[in-house]
Nanobody, 116 residues
Framework: QVQLVESGGGLVQPGGSLRLSCAAS?????MGWYRQAPGKQRELVAT???????NYADSVKGRFTISRDGAGNTVYLQMNDLKPEDTAVYHC?????????????WGQGTQVTVSS
């Protein structure tokens, strides 16, 4: 079991920046951020592996940066040039391979609202 606690959400004007943090109870091979806007399905924002390989949704490339601390237990999402369409609940994710399959663990989510 992995416990994930997110922080850093809030209200920001278009063009502004926010930094999300996710503290995990242990390290996982893959960690990432997903988001869910009202009335929409949860979607990938960015992922990072234990070797620091990253993957981004096309909609956030060049604006968002995902990173992990040295121990790999905390993952960050630096969000710059925020747009109203970035408004969503952002969820931290950790994936672990156990026995013969991947298991996903989720944080409770943090609200990001981009509005003037």
């Amino acid at each position: 079991q992995v416990q994930l606690v997110e922080s850093g959400g809030g209200l920001v004007q278009p063009g502004g920046s926010l930094r999300l943090s996710c503290a995990a109870s242990g390290s996982s091979p893959v960690m990432g951020w997903y988001r869910q806007a009202p009335g929409k399905q949860r979607e990938l924002v960015a992922t990072i592996t234990s070797s620091r390989n990253t993957n981004y949704a096309d909609s956030v490339k060049g604006r968002f940066t995902i990173s992990r601390d040295g121990a790999g237990n905390t993952v960050y999402l630096q969000m710059n040039d925020l747009k109203p369409e970035d408004t969503a609940v952002y969820h931290c994710n950790a994936r672990r391979w156990i026995v013969s399959r991947w298991y996903d663990y989720w944080g409770q989510g943090t609200q990001v609202t981009v509005s003037s």
